[in-house]
């Protein structure tokens, strides 16, 4: 007797949870394709070119001085290098890693939010582990939210902190609120784990995000709560209380 009643919660959770996320993704899949991500597949191939220019003898130094970000760099040439470091991938990781992340988050978040609303969010994300690993390295290594001297010198670069960003603020839109925390949970677990620069960047991402959701959210209850707000696609279904 209990365990239909198991699957049948199971199922309307999920519904609710992932079910406005799933149909729109697939409504636009259905109708476009690949057409419907053309932002997130040049993304994709600006990172694999990236990573193929910067492992050559000749590419290494012009991917180094439009892309490389340092917190010891003059703080005018990190912002303007910011930009293109969200797509040079980390050289002591899989290149494989960051194009599935770019591919997977990117496309969800190019078909729930739309081309410029992605970029403006990945930004956000990226510019904000910028500038804060220059404040936790000025902060020092001794408290929680700071860093060693040492990390002012590790080139910051790859996709991961727009990733963060992204999934957290298409979980938020799409009302997926238990895996948008689920994701917060897991950066702050891998902080505890292993507190580096990366990790604290993480974090820094969902702080820089969480800033616009908590100002859109006051927004939409002052409007009346039901309203998907001006950051949402306009074919995007409504969204089931």
Same mark, same amino acid.
């Given at each position: 007797?209990?365990?239909?009643?198991?699957?049948?919660?199971?199922?309307?959770?999920?519904?609710?949870?992932?079910?406005?996320?799933?149909?729109?993704?697939? @409504?636009?899949?259905?109708?476009?394709?690949?057409?419907? &991500?053309?932002?997130?597949?040049?993304? %994709?191939?600006?990172?694999?070119?990236?990573?193929?220019?910067?492992?050559?003898?000749?590419?290494?130094?012009?991917?180094?001085?439009?892309?490389?970000?340092?917190?010891?760099?003059?703080?005018?040439?990190?912002?303007?290098?910011?930009?293109?470091?969200?797509?040079?991938?980390?050289?002591?990781?899989? &290149?494989?890693?960051?194009?599935?992340?770019?591919?997977?988050?990117?496309?969800?978040?190019?078909?729930?939010?739309?081309?410029?609303?992605?970029?403006?969010?990945?930004?956000?994300? @990226?510019?904000?582990? @910028?500038?804060?690993?220059?404040?936790? %390295?000025?902060?020092?290594?001794?408290?929680?939210?700071?860093?060693?001297?040492?990390?002012?010198?590790? %080139?910051? @670069?790859?996709?991961?902190?727009?990733?963060?960003?992204?999934?957290?603020?298409?979980?938020?839109?799409?009302?997926?609120?238990?895996?948008?925390?689920?994701?917060?949970?897991?950066?702050?677990?891998?902080?505890?784990?292993?507190?580096?620069?990366?990790?604290?960047?993480?974090?820094?991402?969902?702080?820089?995000?969480?800033?616009?959701? &908590?100002?859109?959210?006051?927004?939409?209850?002052?409007?009346?709560?039901?309203?998907?707000?001006?950051?949402?696609?306009?074919?995007?279904?409504?969204?089931?209380?």
């Amino acid at each position: 007797m209990n365990g239909p009643s198991r699957g049948g919660g199971v199922r309307e959770f999920a519904r609710r949870e992932w079910g406005p996320l799933f149909t729109t993704v697939r @409504t636009a899949l259905a109708a476009k394709g690949w057409r419907a &991500v053309p932002m997130t597949l040049a993304s %994709v191939c600006l990172t694999a070119l990236f990573q193929l220019v910067q492992n050559q003898d000749w590419g290494y130094r012009p991917v180094h001085d439009i892309g490389f970000v340092r917190a010891e760099d003059p703080l005018w040439l990190a912002l303007l290098r910011t930009p293109l470091s969200l797509f040079v991938p980390a050289l002591d990781l899989p &290149v494989w890693g960051a194009l599935a992340q770019v591919l997977l988050v990117f496309g969800l978040a190019e078909i729930c939010l739309g081309r410029w609303r992605t970029l403006a969010v990945a930004y956000l994300s @990226t510019l904000a582990g @910028t500038l804060y690993a220059r404040v936790g %390295v000025a902060l020092g290594p001794d408290g929680p939210f700071g860093l060693p001297a040492s990390d002012a010198r590790v %080139v910051d @670069t790859g996709p991961s902190a727009a990733v963060v960003g992204l999934a957290v603020y298409v979980c938020w839109r799409y009302r997926a609120y238990l895996t948008g925390g689920l994701v917060i949970l897991a950066m702050v677990v891998e902080v505890v784990v292993k507190p580096n620069l990366a990790g604290k960047e993480h974090l820094a991402a969902i702080v820089a995000v969480l800033v616009p959701i &908590v100002f859109l959210a006051r927004r939409e209850r002052r409007q009346g709560g039901g309203s998907p707000g001006p950051w949402t696609r306009s074919w995007k279904p409504p969204i089931r209380s």
